[in-house]
Structures are given as structure tokens and as C-alpha cells.
């Protein structure tokens, strides 16, 4: 689909597209005459603004932003947007198209492989097709749309090589490392979605369901991850790295909650242990008589006589500091 870059019913468009503004100025000193297909340096100009404005078009047209995406917000397309339309990105189309062969740079040969000459290039190819094409946006659209493909593959790959892991099997080997104390089942369900305003492409809906029991809190726990994208392999290595991440978070908080209640056992027999061994102290004490009263008092006299008595043991227990 690149390739339609580089095809054109109006060569002049083409010429003009490729010659860079050096190649134009050594010519006309060399032959005194004017180059008669100019450069690119104006297109170059207008094929930025057509770059934006068709991102913009191609991320909605796919849904975005939307939550099962990497891009939840419109700030994570205002920042995708400033990550994919650049010189570096731009100039590996330039590199795919085998753009160098064909640049016209005058004796600056070293300028065939220059970032910036490159994507200089490529925003020309575009507004030239623009004109080629007898200013048709439709057309236009249906030329950028695998551009915008080809640059977010590229930067889904390269998130994918800071992984210095295969996340699936990563994965596969942390449920096996918790299987003692955690058990997980996992769930994967890929489903292919055709975009009805763009029937070129294809999305995956890629789900994984865990269902999660903790043999040792005897807890039951279900997590669901969710992730969309264009490539299937990516987007489920996303899917899984995310869902380690969330398990890992998961177990930390389950260990957490396990030593918490441990510590709070620990603490309520320290408690009950002390008070066993003061009332062990108490009634082991043989300073201290144990009285025995009855219930009730045949006068007031007798009445008196408990309470005086009772008085007695409460000061003895005071005075040798029993609690």
C-alpha cells in the first residue's frame, strides 16, 4: 500500500516531489538556466498539516480514544500524535520505499540518507498526490490510512521490545512460581472486528479472564483484562504483561491483608494470656482471704457486717497493686 506514494499520472508532480532545494539551487548556477520543476520545501509544508489532519481522522474512525485501548483520553492522542508524525518515523517510510535511489540532492549525496530530507520527502509525496489525484481528499484518505498503519505497528513493536521478556510466558511461569498458595485459571478469548467505517482493517478484542482462590485467606477473586488493537500478536503480549502486573498487585495486597490478621491473632492471645496470668496471680495470692457471702442478711446488722467486709477486701486488693 506504500508503494502508491510513488504512483503518479503527472510526473512533473513526482520530479518536484523528490528534489530537494539544494539539487534546485546547484542547477540553476550550473546550466544559468531555471530549474523547471522547482522543489519540494512548499509541499513538504502543507503534506505536515495533511499528516495531522488524517491521524486525527484515522484514530476516530478506530475508536479513539476509548478505555480498552492504550489511548484512553484525548491527551493520550495529542501525545501519540507528537510520538508518530516525525521526522525519525517519517523517514523510515522514506527507507521502505527505497526513497534514496530516487532523491535529488545535487552533489550532497550524503543528504539522500538525512532524517529530515527523507520525511521532507514523504509530506511532499503526499500533498503531491493530493494534486495528482485532482485534489480528491477521499482518495487522499484511503493513501494515509496505511501510513497511519504501518506507524503504529512500529510503535507497538518497539513498546514491545523495552519488554525484555515474553510476557506470555512469563506469565505461564509467575502462576506456576504462586500455585502453592494461589490458584489461577486462566480464560483467553480473541474476537476479530471488522471497522465499519474502514473496511480495510481489522481489530482485535482480545479478553483474559482470571479466576483466582487464595488457599490460604480461603478468598475468591475474578480479574478481567481487556485490550484492542490491530496486531493479535501484540496486543495479547499487552494483555498479558498487564495482567501480570494486576496479579502481582493482587497477590502483594493479599499478603498484606494475611500478616495484618496473623498480627491481630498474635495480639489478641498475648491479651488473653496476660489475663489469665493475672488472675492466676490473684488467686494464688495467700495474703489475700477468699470470702464466701451469702445472699441475703437476716438484719441490718449482719447487712453491715458484708459491706464492712467487703470494704476490707477491696482496700487489700488496692494496696498490693493487683491490677
Known amino acids: 500500500m506504500l508503494l502508491q506514494l510513488l504512483q503518479f499520472k503527472n510526473k512533473y508532480l513526482l520530479i518536484r516531489a523528490l528534489t530537494n532545494k539544494i539539487h534546485e539551487l546547484e542547477y540553476n548556477q550550473k546550466s544559468n538556466q531555471e530549474y523547471v520543476y522547482g522543489n519540494n520545501e512548499e509541499l513538504s509544508v502543507a503534506g505536515q498539516q495533511f499528516l495531522e489532519f488524517y491521524f486525527y481522522d484515522y484514530m476516530l474512525l478506530q475508536g479513539y480514544p476509548n478505555p480498552l485501548s492504550c489511548f484512553k483520553k484525548p491527551n493520550d492522542i495529542i501525545q501519540l500524535r507528537q510520538r508518530l508524525i516525525n521526522d525519525q518515523n517519517l523517514a523510515d517510510i522514506g527507507l521502505q520505499l527505497d526513497l534514496p535511489k530516487f532523491l535529488k ?5 550524503h543528504l539522500k540518507n538525512n532524517q529530515k530530507v527523507l520525511a521532507d520527502t514523504i509530506k511532499s509525496l503526499i500533498v503531491a498526490q493530493y494534486y495528482d489525484k485532482y485534489q480528491d481528499l477521499e482518495y487522499l484518505r ?136 493475672v488472675n492466676s496471680q490473684f488467686l494464688n495470692n495467700t495474703d489475700i482471704p477468699i470470702y464466701e457471702f451469702s445472699e441475703q442478711f437476716d438484719n441490718d446488722e449482719k447487712q453491715k457486717e458484708f459491706y464492712d467486709s467487703l470494704s476490707q477486701i477491696l482496700n487489700q486488693i488496692s494496696e498490693k497493686d493487683q491490677f
Open 142 to 277: 484511503d493513501l494515509l490510512h496505511p501510513v497511519m498503519d504501518f506507524l503504529l505497528n512500529k510503535i507497538q513493536q518497539e513498546q514491545i521490545q523495552h519488554i525484555k521478556y515474553n510476557p506470555k510466558s512469563n506469565f505461564s511461569e509467575y502462576l506456576t512460581s504462586i500455585k502453592e498458595e494461589i490458584e489461577v485459571i486462566p480464560k483467553l478469548t480473541v474476537e476479530l472486528k471488522k471497522n465499519q467505517e474502514f473496511n480495510s482493517q481489522s481489530l482485535f478484542l482480545i479478553s483474559l479472564e482470571l479466576e483466582i482462590k487464595d488457599k490460604m485467606l480461603f478468598e475468591d477473586q475474578k480479574l478481567k483484562i481487556q485490550k484492542q488493537g490491530m496486531s493479535k500478536r501484540i496486543t495479547e503480549q499487552q494483555v498479558y504483561f498487564e495482567a501480570l502486573q494486576e496479579l502481582k498487585n493482587w497477590e502483594l495486597a493479599q499478603k498484606n491483608k494475611y500478616s495484618y490478621q496473623n498480627q491481630e491473632q498474635q495480639s489478641q492471645n498475648q491479651t488473653n494470656n496476660m489475663s489469665t496470668s
Open 105 to 109: 540532492v545535487g552533489n550532497q549525496i
